[in-house]
């Protein structure tokens, strides 16, 4: 009752905003409105200026929330959910219903590599923002610029490649607890960064940063790596890790012509300590030397980023990439001697491999026309991989698949300003693969103003899924299992269709700005691949094109600026529609989720302090669940799982104009952990699970930063 209390007075405020008919006061320094973005544009332009809705979560936004990653920054993002694998370390996402198969993450316009595959499926965690600029996301199908898997959406990551200063050095310690738990080494999280950078001449600006990231895992009732009893409570509830980020950019930029080479490498230890112990009594002695069969799992990515943007022929527009990735994932098994700690028969190597080159390049202004720009395009994937994180073989000569997967694909969009108030974009793309037959993609957006204040954009976009490598080539086969991958899949079919009405509006002189959006969103995804049962007896799964899904909805999110206050307003509603085939008595239903989300920031300037709050609660969620009914019989359930909300808070003082910053915070003041939830089957051997780990309760962190400017 309290949240509906909520909504409603939401959307009253956003129809009385709408209703207003002020011009709006020019304030680039508080609203950005000239915040130049490059996702999804002919051209680099304004914001406003876009026919794409282009989203922008700048610098000061990342340093106001102290995010290190961007699973903290994306966490209170409308429509955008991350839950954490608790016993892998990574963190899943979801946009729009639709997991992180079905949108991309890129950096610098380059999609970035994973153990599964290039651009999707990616792991938040282990994306560093400490040399970004900005992060641009869009939602809905972007096929035609970004290409296969951007169904839901894309996220653009943009560094930093230029400074005004001579020379730049950022430092900063971050210490903050896990829950309650916090010890200078082993609990809690512990980060150190320092960053330097400078202008080495009026033409050539570099960069290095390096980063270290100790997660000391979330103990709770858990008694670590050195605990030696045999009664469940050994190890850790989530799984400790440690990452290094290294980084390194060189830029040159002359008139007409740009280039730059950017380079980084991740290593990632996760920890996973076996909660069974084997005590190895000696009946002779009377003695025990206890031990336990424990794992190290240990990711390493290699990004190459060679650039050069500039004019041809002082006339065309041009921006050529080539990129190298290569992602690996090793284990090292092994039994470890508690009491000694020793380390015995161990097993080690690389069970999971990617690595690509990829090459994009756009060519714009190939038109002398005031009103229409066209760009042509192109994009070149070489994508080889091995090991499946289905089966895992440690010892690739043991039955791990090397496999490649090729898409030479060349596009082609244009824009259109018809009158001086509409623009028309129509895209068009077309993929040839070595694997599947050549894919079709098209995409039209459109953008009306009313004034001075109104903007309309309505974007019509499709995109395909392409099959994963575990989908593909997957082989588990033994006594007790047969997972099988399909080489004849296709790639799923996604449309999306979006509606975005803007507002903006001033009041009380000016003194009062606001900026208001409703939009209307449909998703449709057509071909879905599912693991199912093609054999009964005995038991076997193959992964098809089968399903359907179906997601429509409203949200609305809205801004205010007054005085020395910024507030942010958002709500969601969405009804997800999963066509199951693959099962007996399918249901279409719709089903219906309700998200808010808000953030606040008030700065004192004579104190250079910024206080801020962030906000999101995510209502019950819905899930058809198939289970046996009391007379035996399959039947689908409506699952749910409970809702829940995040709170943080942090506030920001700078000292000595701004050389040294102090961020003080609180996450998860609600101290949630885990919710309830009826919305899962059963596995093979397991049960369904009744909690989704969500959190390791409320936490706080202090950051103190040095910055050096010359």
Not at 139 to 155: C, D, F, K, L, P
Not at 438 to 462: C, F, H, M, N, P
Not at 637 to 663: H, P, V
Not at 677 to 705: M, V
Request: glycine share 8%.
């Amino acid at each position: 009752m309290k949240f509906t209390f909520l909504s409603i007075s939401f959307l009253f405020c956003s129809v009385v905003s709408f209703a207003q008919n002020s011009t709006v006061t020019d304030s680039t320094d508080v609203e950005k409105l000239e915040e130049v973005v490059v996702t999804g544009q002919i051209n680099p332009q304004s914001v406003n200026k876009s026919v794409v809705e282009v989203k922008v979560i700048s610098r000061k936004d990342i340093e106001r929330q102290a995010g290190n990653t961007l699973a903290d920054v994306l966490n209170n993002t409308l429509n955008l959910n991350i839950t954490p694998n608790t016993s892998t370390g990574k963190s899943g996402v979801s946009l729009f219903g639709l997991d992180s198969q079905y949108f991309k993450v890129l950096l610098d316009n380059i999609p970035m590599i994973n153990e599964e595959g290039v651009g999707n499926n990616m792991d938040l965690t282990l994306i560093n923002l400490d040399d970004v600029e900005r992060i641009e996301y869009v939602e809905g199908a972007m096929g035609v610029q970004y290409g296969s898997n951007a169904i839901s959406g894309i996220i653009n990551i943009i560094t930093k490649k230029s400074s005004k200063n001579k020379l730049d050095i950022t430092a900063y310690v971050q210490e903050e607890t896990i829950g309650d738990e916090y010890e200078w080494f082993d609990k809690g999280r512990h980060i150190q960064s320092i960053k330097v950078g400078g202008n080495i001449s009026e033409k050539l600006y570099a960069n290095a940063t390096y980063t270290r990231n100790d997660f000391g895992g979330f103990w709770n009732d858990k008694k670590g790596e050195n605990y030696e009893l045999n009664d469940g409570l050994r190890g850790h509830e989530w799984l400790p890790k440690l990452q290094q980020n290294s980084k390194a950019l060189l830029s040159y930029e002359a008139e007409g012509f740009n280039i730059f080479y950017r380079f980084e490498y991740l290593h990632e230890d996760i920890y996973k300590y076996n909660e069974t112990v084997d005590p190895n009594e000696n009946a002779s002695t009377g003695t025990t030397n206890p031990s336990a069969l424990d794992e190290q799992y240990t990711n390493n990515r290699l990004y190459h980023h060679l650039n050069s943007s500039g004019k041809l022929f002082k006339k065309v527009n041009y921006n050529v990439s080539l990129s190298y990735q290569e992602q690996t994932k090793d284990l090292e098994r092994y039994t470890y001697r508690i009491r000694s700690g020793a380390k015995e028969n161990v097993e080690e190597g690389e069970y999971q491999s990617r690595s690509a080159i990829f090459s994009r390049g756009t060519f714009s202004n190939l038109l002398n026309s005031e009103w229409l720009s066209v760009q042509a395009g192109y994009e070149l994937t070489l994508e080889e991989g091995s090991g499946s994180s289905v089966a895992i073989v440690i010892d690739p000569e043991e039955g791990a698949v090397s496999q490649s997967l090729n898409n030479y694909d060349v596009f082609a969009a244009s824009e259109m300003q018809l009158t001086e108030r509409f623009s028309l974009r129509p895209g068009v793309r077309v993929s040839f693969s070595n694997l599947f037959d050549t894919q079709y993609i098209g995409s039209l957006s459109a953008k009306q103003t009313l004034g001075d204040d109104w903007e309309l954009r309505a974007i019509v976009g499709s995109a395909n899924r392409t099959p994963n490598y575990n989908e593909l080539y997957t082989y588990f086969v033994d006594v007790n299992h047969n997972v099988q991958g399909n080489g004849a899949l296709t790639p799923e079919n996604g449309v999306s269709t979006f509606l975005h009405i803007k507002k903006r509006s001033s009041l009380a002189d000016g003194a009062l700005r606001l900026k208001n959006k409703i939009s209307f969103n449909y998703l449709n995804v057509d071909d879905r691949i599912e693991l199912i049962v093609v054999n009964q007896s005995p038991l076997a799964y193959q992964y098809n094109n089968i399903d359907s899904y179906k997601a429509m909805g409203v949200f609305s999110e809205n801004e205010l600026y007054y005085q020395n206050i910024k507030a942010q307003l958002g709500a969601s509603v969405q009804g997800i529609s999963k066509v199951l085939d693959s099962r007996t008595n399918s249901n279409d239903d719709f089903l219906y989720n309700f998200q808010l989300n808000a953030n606040v920031a008030y700065t004192v300037p004579k104190w250079d302090t910024t206080f801020s709050l962030f906000y999101k609660h995510i209502g019950e969620q819905q899930q058809f669940v198939e289970k046996t009914n009391a007379e035996g019989n399959q039947e689908f359930f409506t699952g749910k799982t409970e809702a829940y909300s995040w709170l943080d808070t942090t506030i920001n003082k700078s000292f000595f104009d701004g050389a040294f910053i102090t961020t003080l915070g609180a996450r998860n003041i609600f101290d949630v952990t885990a919710v309830n939830t009826t919305a899962f089957e059963g596995g093979t051997h397991n049960g369904p699970p009744t909690q989704i780990p969500l959190g390791y309760g409320r936490s706080y962190f202090l950051k103190l930063t040095y910055h050096l400017t010359l």
